[in-house]
């Protein structure tokens, strides 16, 4: 998926040099891509509306489980708002989950979260299925990362 603004930063920071591998995972900034991927603004529309606070918490994940899908109408949202959910699931769990990180997928250049037990969660797919489908759950997708 071509996320604009991830492939400007990626110019600007040296990202966007010949693929890697998926063992070669470039060294960022986390906290600079933390906060550049928790920006979600059209889910955070929408939980706004919906009085859900987005405050990077587990217990935020578990309120959006609970909105009415009510973008499920516009096929043109939805495939926009999964990417912020699948967005703004790794950023809680970066934040809130020792020694999970954002990497650089070297297959096609997507953010995924890496844990520190080396598995990697591809956020987006989980947010675009979260948004189409309502499954997989984003709680329930933190809980089984949570766990260990």
Known sequence: MNI????????????????QTSDEAPMVDQEGVTE??????????????????????????????????????????????????????????????????WVIDGGDGAPVVRLSSGREMDVLEIGAGWAANGAPELSQMYGEVAEG
């Open 36 to 101: 550049l991927l928790s920006e979600c603004e059209l889910l955070r529309v929408q939980a706004e509306s919906a009085g859900v606070e987005l405050d990077d918490t587990p217990r935020s994940l578990e309120e959006l489980d609970q909105l009415l899908p009510g973008w499920r109408d516009d096929p043109e949202i939805t495939p926009w708002l999964g990417s912020d959910a699948g967005l703004y699931l790794g950023t809680v769990v970066v934040r809130t989950i020792p020694g999970a990180e």
């Open 4 to 19: 604009s603004f991830l492939d400007n930063w990626r110019r600007r920071h040296g990202s966007a040099r010949e693929p």
